[in-house]
């Protein structure tokens, strides 16, 4: 999962290169790369190799350095193939050194291939898979054909999901692109056009943006954007509808992307509820693609995720069943299509992904959609592969998210679950129309409440630096509480790189209770539920055991309050939204202490943003 570029034309400069890997990091960092065509002819590669600095490194060395720039590629890292070293870092070359390629992915028949370039004389000079494009595109070039037909040809030969763009140092000005379930787009500006792994990498750069199928080929060049199939037949562009500016796409003043986007949850979730029931009062999901009367046919959900995106569908689970009566399991989408799931024409399978790129998604999509199932997908990209190949889609408006750990997203994904549960029971009329609009006008009004949320931000510092020397955390919640404990443990494990788990705080005693001493800190989600009583008496097991706890409670809730270490509280809402509430100060808490412990939380070691690999 690493982020490409390219661009070429009169007002592109090896700085647009360098700041859209910038904006692209988030797709990995081990190691940094460009590659420059210039006017005489000639292909000059820059690379930086040094983790989280990699980018900085590039940006030193590639200073000044845009004289006779026509066109360049670059590139962000996140290592599958090779370890991490110069010469494994993109771009990559053919023998001749004219070819140079940026990929994303995996080519999975990658050895094979090497062999078969190695015998017919190739020298590789790097351990990736990515190297096999460059010299297979060199060979087809020899042939005689062109960047273009090569790049046709080169696709056919290749296993995997991937993209990559391509740029030949004789005819330097054509760069040519492909994707196959991995993430481009095209871009067009008034004296450039580029290629990017997404649309932040490009803004205020490009003015309009195109989507690439799978297994389509672009060429861009300064003239003209043109795009085809691998049978060379042309296609029509198809424009992606962009709402965000360059200025979403900044810190905007914060300390890091994590915190800016933490505080922006209000907006998230105003602008992902907002504008959805209609002047009848019903639910109105205008992007969705499904009709109504095959709605009514479904029998069976399935919700598949990963990570963050899991836990949210996870509470979608408990709506959905609640409120619509339909049984609905809940799969990590990785495991999904390798346990035989049973499926046909009336089940509907639910993806959440932020990106909508997530391979193990939509590679879980994929083999639901082949089984004969309606596919749905809750994404914050528009356009993304995700949203286009499944049956219906509906947007999350959160704008675009680059902290590696999701926060803004995840509070955006649970809304948007809940209109879409709230939607099947209207549909299925499964709830009365007075429900429907009082659940809503509840959610309408949680922007505000997270707003009292975000007010205990400074509290909730100070006991994470207060707690910068614990080693072992354990989350605990019931129901709706469950996936919140999960989610607390993950922000917590991703960036802080501690010990951290969720359980069921009823599943403690059958085994984790042993864990438990006084150098255990226990976060305890007890928020007024129907297991409320319940949950307190699992902060009881464990309290006596001498752990210290730190309670979700909701706000003056004098008899959780008394229980706690620590506090944060919390406005009360209905219990299935509560979630989208107690999550908060959990997402708050991992981030102080990993910014107590000195870590990087934008870009924490050993992850991506978004996983395009299985
Ligand atoms: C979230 O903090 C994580 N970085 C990760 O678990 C993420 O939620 C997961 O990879 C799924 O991504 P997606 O929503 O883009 O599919």
Request: with cysteine; proline share 4%; net charge negative.
């Amino acid at each position: 999962m690493c982020g490409i570029i390219g661009s070429t034309g009169e007002a592109a400069t090896l700085n647009d290169l360098v700041e859209g890997l910038a904006r692209l990091e988030y797709r990995g960092y081990d190691s940094a790369g460009v590659a420059v065509a210039r006017a005489d002819g000639t292909l000059e590669r820059i690379r930086a190799v040094d983790g989280t600095g990699s980018l900085r490194l590039l940006a030193e060395l590639a200073k000044d350095r845009s004289d006779g720039y026509i066109a360049g590629l670059g590139h962000t890292r996140w290592a599958t193939h090779g370890r991490v070293t110069t010469d494994n870092a993109h771009p990559h070359m053919d023998c001749s050194g004219e070819v140079g390629v940026v990929h994303n992915g995996i080519v999975e028949n990658f050895r094979e291939l090497k062999e078969e370039l190695e015998q017919a004389g190739h020298v590789f000079s790097s351990q990736t898979d990515t190297e096999v494009i460059a010299h297979l595109l060199e060979s087809y070039l020899k042939d005689g054909l062109s960047l273009k037909d090569a790049v046709m040809s080169s696709v056919a030969r290749l296993r995997g999901a991937m993209s990559f763009v391509a740029i030949n140092a004789k005819d330097p000005k054509v760069m040519v692109a492909t994707k196959r379930m991995a993430p481009l787009i095209v871009g067009k500006g008034d004296k450039a056009n580029f290629v990017a792994s997404d649309i932040p990498a490009i803004l205020g750069k490009a003015d309009v943006f195109y989507q690439i199928g799978d297994d389509q080929v672009v060429t861009v060049s300064p003239e003209a954007i043109e795009l085809f199939d691998l049978a060379g037949k042309p296609f029509e562009l198809k424009e992606i509808v962009v709402e965000w500016d360059l200025e979403a796409a900044a810190r905007g003043g914060f300390r890091d992307f994590m915190s800016k986007e933490i505080f922006e949850q209000p907006n998230a979730v105003r602008d992902s509820l907002v504008g959805r029931m209609n002047a009848k009062g019903e639910i109105a999901l205008d992007e969705m693609r499904l009709d109504p009367e095959e709605l009514r046919k479904i029998n069976k959900i399935f919700i598949v995720g990963c990570g963050t995106s899991y836990h949210a569908g996870m509470v979608a689970k408990y709506a959905v069943e609640h409120w619509t009566r339909i049984p609905t399991e809940l799969d990590i989408s990785s495991e999904f299509r390798y346990r035989d799931p049973v499926l046909d024409q009336q089940t509907l399978v639910i993806g959440v992904s932020q990106s909508g790129e997530t391979l193990d998604t939509m590679a879980a999509m994929n083999e639901a959609a082949l089984l004969g199932a309606k596919t749905l997908v809750v994404s914050n990209v528009m356009g993304s592969s995700m949203a286009r190949a499944a049956d219906a889609a509906l947007y999350t408006r959160a704008g675009p998210e680059i902290g590696v750990a999701a926060t803004k997203t995840h509070t955006a994904q649970i809304s948007a679950l809940m209109l879409l549960a709230l939607y099947l029971a209207q549909v299925r009329h499964s709830l009365y129309p007075s429900e429907i609009s009082d659940i809503y006008s509840e959610m309408l009004r949680l922007p505000d409440k997270i707003d009292e949320v975000l007010v205990g931000d400074a509290a909730i510092e100070e006991v994470a630096q207060s707690m910068a020397t614990v080693k072992k955390f354990y989350f605990i919640g019931r129901h709706v509480g469950y996936p919140v404990a999960l989610e607390g443990a993950l922000k917590l494990k991703e960036i802080s790189y501690l010990p951290a788990e969720g359980y069921p705080a009823g599943e403690l005693k059958h085994g984790p209770i042993a864990m438990i001493d006084s150098d255990a800190v226990v976060f305890g989600i007890v928020t007024r539920t129907r297991l409320w009583e319940k949950m307190i008496s699992n902060i009881e097991e464990v309290r006596v055991r001498g752990a210290k706890i730190v309670l979700i409670a909701n706000n003056g809730d004098v008899e959780s309050i008394s229980l706690g270490d620590a506090v944060f509280e919390v406005p009360q809402t209905h219990p299935l939204l509560a979630p989208i509430l107690d999550v908060i100060p959990l997402q708050l808490f991992a981030y102080h202490l990993a910014v107590a412990l000195g870590h990087d939380v934008d870009r924490p070691r050993n992850l991506a943003k978004t996983v395009t690999v299985e």
